[in-house]
């Protein structure tokens, strides 16, 4: 297995453009999370799916921002109508729940909004 | 809600020397677990050393240890005879029992370390 996985890893677009990034988790983990992390701060929670059910959304996760996991493997995360504000690092981690649901983060997206 | 504070921004060591790095929580839950991750310079995060609150022995991992006082609050990572390949970002994390919903990360604001030849 190669870990957790995102795509893309830089993203650069213009305010007002809408952006998705893909996480594909560890194969036989059941639990997927987004944080987001800003330049020299700790990464903040998002959201977090328990198979293709989303659990639980931070207040931080605007109406501009959804996610799905349709399929209870990979997710992605979409930003609409993207914010200088939305300029971060976007990290994706996976656990298996019914274990000790080590988190295991992926490289991240970083993304830059002009 | 659960809050997670690391006092020092920035910590320099030399190789082979010991640095000690700090934080502090704040919660009412009663079961819970404590991390350190580690964050290389432009590389993803991996998980340093754990330990679970209903534990009294401090964890261990190799060259990190850890030193929990429950009742302070109180969650310091010892790193012993640095190498230079300890250098990146710290962060202390709380996760509440694993079982239990609403089950994330809440991050300190990290401590960047750097390991000195």
């Known amino acids: 297995d190669t870990g957790v996985s995102q795509d893309p890893r830089h993203k650069i677009t213009k305010r007002g453009q809408n952006v998705t990034f893909r996480c594909d988790p560890i194969?036989?983990?059941?639990?997927l999370y987004w944080y987001r992390q800003t330049l020299g701060q700790g990464p903040e929670f998002l959201t977090y799916f328990q198979n293709e059910a989303q659990l639980e959304k931070s207040r931080l996760l605007s109406d501009r921002f959804s996610a799905e996991r349709p399929k209870g493997s990979f997710s992605t995360l979409e930003i609409q109508r993207t914010e200088q504000g939305d300029s971060a690092m976007y990290l994706c981690a996976s656990s298996f729940y019914g274990s000790n649901d080590e988190q295991f983060f992926g490289p991240g997206t970083r993304l830059t909004v002009l | 809600a659960q809050t997670v504070t690391q006092s020092q921004p920035e910590m320099s060591v030399q190789e082979a020397e010991t640095v000690t790095l700090s934080c502090t929580y704040d919660t009412s839950e009663s079961n819970y677990y404590l991390f350190w991750y580690k964050q290389p310079p432009s590389r993803q995060m991996i998980l340093v050393i754990r330990q679970e609150a209903y534990k009294q022995q401090n964890a261990t991992e190799n060259r990190f240890s850890v030193n929990f006082q429950k009742a302070a609050k109180s969650f310091s990572l010892k790193i012993s005879d640095s190498q230079l390949g300890d250098t990146a970002m710290y962060f202390c994390a709380f996760i509440r029992d694993p079982k239990a919903a609403g089950n994330k990360l809440t991050f300190g604001g990290g401590t960047r370390v750097l390991v000195k030849p």
């Open positions: 194969s036989e983990h059941n639990r």
